[in-house]
């Protein structure tokens, strides 16, 4: 069974910064693409931005230059750093691997909250 957890995320203030974690056993997220998601309260869930098993890396157009998702294959985890939040970056933040171009597992989620 496949477990994504995500940490990392809290209370903020505008132009502050978090990073957020996911993790998993195996190597699920080494082999595969892997994305992060956000879910702000009354919205859809949106794409923050993926990366590749080779490192590649794609943003939306909201968070491009202010957001850097990396991965750590040794330690089996992809990260989302997030610079410059604003309050409309407050969301839930979602891990996911992705296969065949959509998330086909999920993590539990994170709470992100910048505060103006």
């Known amino acids: 069974q496949v477990q994504l957890v995500e940490s990392g995320g809290g209370l903020v203030q505008a132009g502050g910064s978090l990073r957020l974690s996911c993790t998993a056993s195996?190597?699920?997220?080494?082999?595969?693409?892997m994305g992060w998601y956000r879910q702000a309260p009354g919205k859809e869930r949106e794409l923050v931005g993926g990366?590749?098993?080779?490192?590649?890396?794609n943003y939306a157009d909201s968070v491009k230059g202010r957001f850097t998702i990396s991965r750590d294959n040794i330690k089996k985890a992809v990260h989302l750093q997030m610079n410059s939040l604003k309050p409309e970056d407050t969301a839930i933040y979602y891990c996911?691997?992705?296969?065949?171009?959509?998330?086909?597992?999920w993590g539990q989620g994170t709470q992100v909250t910048v505060s103006s």
């Open positions: 996911a691997v992705i296969r065949y171009g959509r998330p086909a597992y």
């Open positions: 195996g190597s699920i997220i080494s082999t595969n693409n």
């Open positions: 990366i590749t098993s080779g490192g590649n890396t």
